[in-house]
């Protein structure tokens, strides 16, 4: 797709990294992207040569389809089974392995410039961190395409107006409110600190060694799942903690043969699990500071089982 000499080569790519952080689903980005893309080549030749900014075109296009999506996840949502986590993706340098072939699209295969796999077109900066998209599921979605477009990705309110049919002062309000939801929730715990607490984690886990867990888990920390009803986790959260340090040893009790491992989640360390080679969780962690020598402790774990959400891991032999 998009090869030809009518501006819209090399598009793709950054049209996922939009739509990925507007909707929090790799699945969902690729579809709105292959969508803007079918709209383009839909437009008569004569039309298309008038555009003077395809690239322009195809984002405003693109975000205005996530908006129509995001308008329209809270039913969505509603009928879903347990709680919904955006999907995680992988660091594909970790795993030695580039992907699989690409997903055709309407007007043929959906990377233009030749990339295999839409997830390693992803950059895996703090803006894809799974702390930072459970913050933007808490916004409004106007108030998501305002800051996304403008904070992460630098578009200029005078554009983002034409997305959302709002004045400029509009779009630059609903930035404003959507920042100061995001501000609380950077934690500054370098990757290094972050990869120790996690390596505690792991070896107290496969030790089943509660007490180590307690200490390394924040007393007020938080845990939620997503199976979306195809993999069996906890529907609710799990509060405290002791209850979270209980939860995980009673998963390894009943999971013999689990293989956990250390490995990126949406840019900063985590864990995966695998069964006979297949990955089954992702879990990503957000980790909060403490004062020496004491470690970090784990704020929030974020564990992603629905097989649907572990696409983009199929391919990842180890």
């Known amino acids: 797709m998009g090869t030809g000499a009518d501006g819209t080569a090399g598009e793709q790519r950054r049209l996922i990294n939009v739509a990925y952080r507007l ?15 079918a709209r383009w080549y839909a437009l008569p030749r004569s039309r298309r040569d008038q555009i003077l900014s395809p690239g322009a075109w ?9 908006l129509d999506v995001l308008g329209s ?3 969505r949502r509603e009928r879903y089974v347990g709680a919904w986590l955006p999907e995680p993706l992988p660091d594909r340098a970790e795993w030695g392995h580039a992907g699989g072939a690409a997903r055709p699209g309407p007007a043929g295969p959906v990377s233009p410039d030749g990339a295999a796999d839409p997830a390693d077109q992803i950059v895996l900066d703090e803006s894809v961190s799974m702390a930072f998209l459970v913050v933007l599921e808490a916004m409004t979605p106007a108030e ?22 709002r004045t400029p002062a509009a779009c630059k309000q609903l930035a404003a409110s959507a920042r100061r939801r995001v501000g609380a929730a950077r934690a500054p715990v370098p990757a290094s600190g972050r990869a120790e ?32 009803g195809l993999a069996g986790s906890t529907l609710r959260p799990i509060e405290g903690g002791a209850s ?8 390894a009790d009943r999971a013999p043969g689990l293989e956990l491992l250390e490995r990126s989640v949406n840019g900063l360390p985590g864990l995966v ?9 992702v879990a990503a962690f957000d980790v909060a500071p403490a004062s020496a020598p ?11 089982r629905n097989p649907e959400k572990l696409r983009p891991w199929v391919s990842c032999p180890g």
Do not use: N
């Open 58 to 66: 195809l984002t405003t296009v693109t975000s205005r389809i996530c």
């Open 273 to 281: 699990a695998r069964r006979a080679g297949v990955v089954v969780t």
């Open 244 to 251: 979270i340090a209980q939860y995980m040893i009673a998963i």
């Open 197 to 228: 607490v996690l390596r505690h984690v792991k070896e107290a886990w496969q030790a089943k060694d509660i007490a180590t867990l307690i200490g390394l888990l924040d007393p007020a920390s938080v845990m939620t799942a997503d199976g979306g």
């Open 144 to 165: 998501r395409v305002a800051f996304v477009l403008h904070d992460v990705f630098r578009y200029p309110f005078a554009e983002i107006a034409d997305v959302l049919g």
């Open 294 to 304: 004491a470690l970090a402790r784990v704020t929030r774990i974020w564990v992603v």
């Open 73 to 75: 996840a809270r039913v």
């Open 23 to 37: 909707l929090g689903s790799l699945t969902e980005a690729e579809d709105a992207v292959q969508d803007a893309y």
